[in-house]
């Protein structure tokens, strides 16, 4: 209480305080995040089609840690009224949820809507509008119905048209009320993981499958781009982007510096210089190792399938903010000739011959990849604005990986709070236009490859109970008070211990 009260009086009264009261700008947003797979559940409820988690999880329980899988998750398809209190609870400003494809679009194609699905995502966007909440949808968040897996997925060029299909029928049935998207949830994680050995469809396919759907992402983002620009921005007046999820990475010494250039243009640039840079198309020094590799493989054709003059233009210029989710940053080390690269995403990147490390002094969170040093926030906003210059910035998506249950997460608040403070120095002290900070994830949910096991809630759930009861955690009461003071405030001493 004690905190409380210095931050309301040094808001009210405009106290300069020594141990650093951030304030955030005017209008700032404050949200959470989720997404329809690690949330919903009802997999098979009505008439959903099959996604490719469904499949995978059903056929292959050991692809997640736990052997659990998404079939009820946090139940939100029956507890959505919950949720939205929950967001109410903190006073947050935007909940950023997806929707997904198959349950809404059940053959995968537009010749049929699912009247339930259609409900669903009306009653979630009305009751978030009812109290005040700004709806931010990611269009699509790695659940593919199984039918366009079944004609190659993101392999395939027509996928991009399928969206984008997808995507009109989602702008047609909510863009009166929903005014900020995002068409593709980290195209990284959907490539790298889908054809590498983390995400569903997990056909492993470094060589050739990772590029084809490395292209195809890109182009499928900026039809749909192009579709809300040409059709509905005009009456709607939304903003659309894709989002890039960046493990930033810092060299170990100099000699390391080119090496984690090319990790960035790997990362980062791959999926967001066609889009964001003047030039447009691939970064050049990517491209050029990846197709040179590639020949001495004894391919014919370049592994990462080239973009047309027409192309590179379509791409160009397909945004309106940028929308970033980071976790974590790893020191690279270039391996020498011979020596043996870790395995990607956590302990090396074998194309560009990285090996990773931790910093010195560097905390780890509850996965053992996930190293904690939040001035790589900073960094990495600095890098996209010299990149691409001066953009609007969202933060999409930024949590903690907690590993034990329980309500005490001193170590989210932590997180948060850091996080949060390298945020706020990259608007004052280095100028970026950032708009908002949201944060994953409103409640403990199925991540994925780590189930049940890996907790990034605000909210923590009872996976045991029928109504997956939500309890907020501390770090839910801490964001809570950040949201209603528009300010973290940062101890200057050692210990940044807050009293709750
Ligand atoms: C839905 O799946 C559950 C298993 O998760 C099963 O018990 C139930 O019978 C299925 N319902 C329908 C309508 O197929
Ligand atoms: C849920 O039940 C499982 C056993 O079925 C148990 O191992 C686990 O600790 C329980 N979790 C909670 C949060 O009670």
Not at 57 to 80: F, K, L, T, V
Not at 149 to 158: C, F, K, M, S, Y
Not at 311 to 322: C, S
């Amino acid at each position: 209480m004690y905190y409380y009260g210095v931050v309301v009086f040094s808001v009210l009264f405009g106290v300069s305080w020594s141990d650093k009261l951030l304030t955030f700008p005017p209008g700032f947003k404050f949200g959470a995040s989720t997404s329809a797979y690690q949330i919903e559940g009802g997999w098979n409820a009505s008439d959903k089609g099959e996604s490719i988690f469904d499949r995978l999880y059903h056929e292959r329980p050991d692809a997640s840690m736990d052997h659990s899988n998404g079939e009820i998750a946090c139940d939100s398809y029956h507890q959505w009224r919950r949720d939205i209190d929950m967001i109410a609870e903190m006073g947050l400003h935007v909940y950023r949820f997806s929707i997904s494809w198959p349950r809404l679009l059940p053959t995968g194609f537009n010749n049929y809507i699912s009247e339930a699905g259609k409900n669903y995502y009306n009653n979630l966007i009305d009751g978030l509008l009812a109290r005040n909440i700004e709806p931010l949808i990611t269009i699509f968040h790695f659940d593919l119905p199984q039918s366009i897996q079944d004609l190659g997925g993101w392999a395939n060029p027509l996928i991009a048209d399928w969206f984008t299909d997808y995507a009109r029928v989602v702008y047609t049935l909510f863009g009166d009320r929903v005014k900020m998207w995002i068409t593709l949830n980290e195209p990284m994680a959907i490539c790298d993981g889908g054809y590498g050995d983390f995400l569903a469809p997990k056909i492993v396919d470094p060589d050739v499958g990772l590029y084809l759907c490395s292209k195809n992402v890109v182009l499928a983002h900026a039809k749909a781009w192009r579709v809300y620009d040409e059709e509905f921005k005009p009456k709607y007046h939304g903003k659309v982007s894709m989002t890039n999820l960046f493990f930033w990475y810092e060299p170990v010494s100099d000699e390391d510096k080119e090496t984690t250039d090319l990790m960035l243009e790997y990362c980062e640039g791959r999926f967001s210089h066609p889009i964001y840079s003047k030039e447009g198309g691939w970064p050049k020094k990517l491209q050029k190792l990846i197709t040179e590799q590639g020949y001495e493989q004894g391919y014919w054709r370049p592994r990462m399938p080239e973009f047309t003059e027409e192309e590179i233009k379509f791409i160009r210029g397909t945004y309106d903010f940028y929308a970033l989710n980071h976790y974590t940053t790893n020191l690279v080390k270039k391996a020498k000739p011979g020596e043996k690269v870790g395995a990607w995403p956590f302990d090396g990147q074998p194309i560009i011959g990285a090996n990773f490390q931790k910093g010195n002094g560097w905390k780890t969170a509850a996965p053992s990849w996930f190293y904690i040093y939040p001035e790589g926030l900073r960094h990495q906003l600095n890098w996209i604005r010299e990149n691409y210059g001066d953009i609007t910035i969202f933060i999409t998506e930024n949590g903690y990986a907690g590993g034990s249950t329980g309500l005490r997460d001193q170590e989210r608040i932590d997180s948060m709070r850091d996080n949060l403070e390298q945020t706020w120095l990259a608007i004052y002290e280095d100028g970026i236009d950032i708009r908002g900070y949201i944060t994953w994830s409103l409640m403990d949910n199925f991540e994925w490859i780590g189930g049940y096991s890996v907790k990034y809630g605000l909210y923590e759930v009872d996976f045991n109970s029928t109504e997956r009861t939500r309890t907020p955690r501390e770090s839910a009461l801490y964001y809570e008070r950040v949201v209603k003071t528009g300010s973290v405030f940062v101890h200057s001493d050692e210990d940044k211990h807050i009293e709750l």
